[in-house]
C-alpha cells in the first residue's frame, strides 16, 4: 500500500509520473463502471477531481489522511459525508487495481 500512496501523492502534486497519472484514471474509470458508483469525477465538480458520490470530498484527502497516519475513524469523522462503506469499498478499488493479486487480510 505505502508504493500506492507514493504513487497517489506523485498525481496530487502534479509530478509528472505517468504511472501515477494513469493510475487515477485507471481508479476513476473502473469506480464509473462499478454498478455500486463510490467515486465520480465530473468537471462541474471541483473541476473534474475524483470526489466521493454525493460530496465534494476529494478521494484524495483519503489517502492523505492514511498516509500521515490517521484512522479511518478519524477521516470518517472529520468528513461524516462520506460513509464507512464508501470508504472501504474505495480502498478496495485502489488494491485491487494496484495489486490484483493480493488477498484481503
Known amino acids: ?3 500506492a500512496l507514493a504513487v ?3 498525481a496530487r502534486d502534479g509530478t509528472p509520473d505517468a504511472a ?3 493510475l487515477l484514471d485507471t481508479f476513476a474509470d473502473a469506480a464509473m463502471n462499478d454498478p455500486k458508483l463510490v467515486v ?3 468537471p462541474e465538480i471541483l473541476g473534474g477531481t475524483p ?3 454525493g460530496t465534494r470530498v476529494p478521494v ?4 492523505d489522511y492514511l498516509e500521515a497516519g490517521d484512522s479511518l475513524e478519524i477521516f470518517l469523522d472529520e468528513f ?3 460513509t464507512r462503506e464508501q470508504a472501504v469499498a474505495t480502498l478496495e478499488l485502489a488494491r485491487e487495481i494496484i ?7
Not at 99 to 105: G, K, L, T
Open 99 to 105: 495489486a490484483p493479486d493480493a488477498h484481503p487480510a
Open 40 to 42: 465520480h469525477r465530473d
Open 8 to 10: 497517489l501523492q506523485a
Open 20 to 22: 501515477a497519472v494513469l
Open 51 to 53: 470526489v466521493f458520490v
Open 1 to 3: 500500500m505505502r508504493h
Open 80 to 82: 461524516p459525508s462520506v
Open 60 to 63: 484524495r484527502v483519503l489517502f
